[in-house]
């Protein structure tokens, strides 16, 4: 790629709400061509680029998916790759070099960070004694009657709320076996808090925009407000370094019964709430694009407080525009 050309980028994940949200803010720069992939052909993200530049991919956890993904980057001349899923995320980072052979740079963080924000117990310890973190334990190595009820338990591995839910006393504890996949977590009573953080090349935190949650669908933030609270940044912060984060992740935090800023668990990836995080001041996937093709970042992106509130957009076209 030379200066004066644009910039090729390739988005998959097109019909969740964290492509979409990529698309519309890239679709702003004038340097750059946007491309869409997904798995299914009604994804609305892939309507959201040119005709030529729709693509449908095999599912992330396909045995050629990498494969096919490195061929399709490779034959359209892809110069920087965004994946917002997070089952394909660890697979293509494990190709970083691959990638690269090819001409296209991968905006995602390392393999080691997404491995450890992926494996909630891993990121548990490797956080505790530098922040808050409430009490996590697998549910096999786990006492019951040990814990203060209720008790969250959740899936080791995995993406948003699926799994999440509250276990009442030591007797519905115990009923559900011992699952080394199983986490059983001190349920925090305050409240809740997303914030976007992105980290340049050396590490140093760019920005960390905290949201609240003031109404969630389906684990997708449908109403908040960006949040000024020095404490919430500065806890995204030690989670950003404890995990080496070099681009941008999602950090969940709740208030323990202190009021402090805990950490929940941390999405490496473009969250799908990130279009109030752009409107307040700090467009994280154009940050992330200059990341990706080493352009150095400003030592701080400030952000105003901004409520939203979302809806549905719809996207109408022929049906013979629909992917085959």
Request: glycine share 8%.
């Amino acid at each position: 790629m030379s200066d004066s050309s644009p910039t090729r980028v390739l988005v998959t994940g097109a019909g969740g709400p964290a492509g979409i949200a990529v698309l519309r803010s890239l679709a702003r720069r004038h340097d750059v061509v946007l491309l869409a992939a997904d798995m299914d052909r009604y994804a609305s993200g892939l309507y959201l680029v040119d005709e030529g530049a729709r693509f449908l991919v095999e599912p992330g956890l396909s045995e050629t998916f990498v494969d096919s993904l490195v061929e399709l980057c490779e034959r359209e001349r892809v110069d920087v790759l965004f994946s917002t899923v997070d089952v394909e995320l660890p697979r293509i980072a494990a190709e970083r070099k691959r990638l690269d052979e090819v001409g296209t740079a991968l905006a995602a963080p390392s393999l080691e960070t997404l491995e450890v924000c992926l494996d909630k117990y891993a990121l548990a310890q490797r956080c505790d004694g530098v922040l808050p973190t409430p009490r996590t334990e697998l549910l096999g190595a786990s006492d019951p009657d040990s814990w203060d009820y209720p008790v969250i338990v959740k899936p080791r591995r995995g993406a948003g709320s699926r799994g999440v839910h509250l276990v009442a006393d030591a007797d519905a504890l115990r009923a559900l076996g011992e699952d080394e996949d199983t986490l059983v977590q001190a349920n925090l009573p305050g409240d809740e808090y997303s914030v976007d953080t992105l980290a340049d090349a050396d590490g140093h935190v760019v920005a960390a925009v905290p949201r609240s949650r003031l109404r969630v669908d389906s684990g997708v933030s449908v109403a908040g407000a960006t949040v000024a609270d020095e404490e919430l940044e500065a806890t995204a912060r030690k989670v950003a370094e404890a995990i080496g984060l070099v681009g941008v992740a999602n950090v969940q935090l709740r208030r323990d019964a202190e009021g402090r800023a805990a950490l929940l668990e941390v999405n490496p990836r473009f969250p799908g709430a990130m279009p109030l995080t752009v409107a307040a001041g700090v467009d994280m996937p154009s940050l992330a694009l200059d990341l990706a093709l080493g352009r150095e970042l400003p030592d701080r992106v400030p952000f105003r407080e901004l409520a939203v509130v979302r809806f549905l957009e719809d996207v109408f076209l022929a049906p013979s525009e629909v992917l085959a």
